[in-house]
């Protein structure tokens, strides 16, 4: 029999609903637990009610961005895994990612990028178990 990859529980907050629609069916087919978040300010509200292994966040966003975002998960819960993705805008994507690394992101993906190039960054942060002892 197959391994399955490991199951993560994750929280998408990006205030883009296609761009939510598309990272939750992408997850989704991959065997993960997906929540949604339109920003900041939300994603807290909803990792309160129902907590996740991996955040993966916009880091340009209305309300509270994803930079304040990964600022508040660090201090309140250092061992969630956080990817920052960004596709610039009035800043340069590349700027933006630097900050999202400085400020604790565990991995940076630049928009626009390849399903598998984001699922091959939650295989690394959450390696599936060894089967063998």
């Not at 129902?50 to 966040?57: A, G, N, S, Y």
Request: hydrophobic residues 40%.
């Amino acid at each position: 029999m197959a391994s399955n990859p490991t199951f993560v529980r994750i929280l998408v907050i990006d205030d883009d609903d296609s761009v939510r629609f598309l990272l939750r069916q992408t997850l989704a087919r991959a065997g993960h637990d997906v929540s949604e978040a339109r920003n900041g300010n939300e994603a807290h509200q909803v990792f309160k009610e129902k907590p996740t292994q991996l955040v993966i966040t916009d880091v340009l966003m209305p309300e509270k961005d994803g930079i304040e975002a990964i600022r508040e998960f660090r201090e309140n819960n250092p061992e969630v895994k956080i990817i920052a993705i960004s596709g610039g805008g009035r800043i340069d994507p590349k700027m933006c990612l630097m900050m999202a690394k400085h400020v604790g992101a565990d991995r940076v993906l630049s928009k626009p990028f390849e399903a598998e190039a984001l699922l091959s960054m939650v295989r690394e942060l959450f390696p599936p178990a060894s089967g063998t002892a």
